[in-house]
């Protein structure tokens, strides 16, 4: 039996313009994807996912509908959110973080921070690249056929940011050139597996300046190494989710 493309669909849109039929009507961009992308036809199987753990049987009524086969009140599967969460702020760099959102939904980041800091080049986040930024995150929930889309929250600057931390999370502190930095491998193995939320902080290529530093500290994040050698910050964005998303996999054997 062939593999059932997915195809993910804002829950809002789920939930709102379904039809008593269980019919939707695609947007462009979706029928897009299905006809011209995947070459799919009238009467063709997909699944339906809204990256909050549901996935729907579907199929393709015509062109531009698709039909939810047992309705929306019967997905055929409903997953929980991992716990606990795994999330990662990371300050904007000029090159790389669109394939850094892509391999971080790979790997199961649950929450994404992008940041804006003093040395970062990036000093702006414009509502088209949210959109843009949002787009790829679906496509790589889709393409890894994750049940639970990443969240994709508001660009901050790193001290709006540091102001507001949630009181549960264990959150490290990526920096380079201070002395007596914790492992990050170290870092996470001590992490205690009741906390609601984990999270890493990744500064800019040209490294954070004095003041974020003694703000991180001061706030109570944990200074941490990425490793021996000086990361670009898409590269210490990914390495730090999979250390996180191997920790939780693997629990006490880690």
Not at 8 to 21: A, C, H, Q, V
Not at 71 to 92: E, H, N, T, Y
Not at 101 to 110: A, F, H, N, R, T
């Amino acid at each position: 039996m062939a593999e059932k493309r997915r195809l993910f669909i804002n829950p809002n849109r789920l939930s709102d313009e379904i039809d008593s039929k269980g019919e939707l009507i695609l947007t462009s961009n979706e029928s897009h994807y299905l006809t011209r992308v995947m070459r799919m036809r009238s009467e063709d199987l997909l699944e339906v996912i809204d990256g909050q753990g549901h996935v729907w049987n579907a199929k393709i009524v015509e062109k531009k509908t698709i039909k939810l086969t047992d309705g929306f009140d019967k997905p055929l599967q409903v997953v929980s959110r991992q716990s606990p969460l795994i999330c990662i702020a990371v300050v904007i760099p000029k090159n790389g973080f669109e394939n850094f959102l892509q391999m971080s939904c790979e790997i199961g980041v649950d929450i994404i921070q992008p940041l804006i800091s003093k040395r970062s080049v990036v000093k702006e986040c414009s509502c088209e690249k949210t959109i843009r930024f949002q787009k790829i995150i679906h496509e790589a929930v889709e393409q890894s056929e994750r049940l639970w889309s990443p969240e994709l929250m508001q660009a901050l600057t790193f001290p709006n940011w540091i102001n507001d931390l949630h009181p549960e999370a264990h959150i490290g502190f990526a920096a380079t050139r201070i002395e007596d930095l914790q492992d990050c491998v170290n870092w996470i193995k001590e992490t205690p597996y009741e906390v609601n939320q984990v999270w890493m902080v990744i500064g800019p290529e040209g490294g954070w300046n004095k003041d974020e530093e003694e703000l991180a500290f001061e706030a109570g994040l944990v200074g941490v190494s990425m490793g021996e050698t000086i990361l670009r910050t898409s590269t210490a964005a990914v390495s730090a989710c999979q250390i996180m998303t191997l920790w939780r996999r693997l629990k006490s054997s880690f």
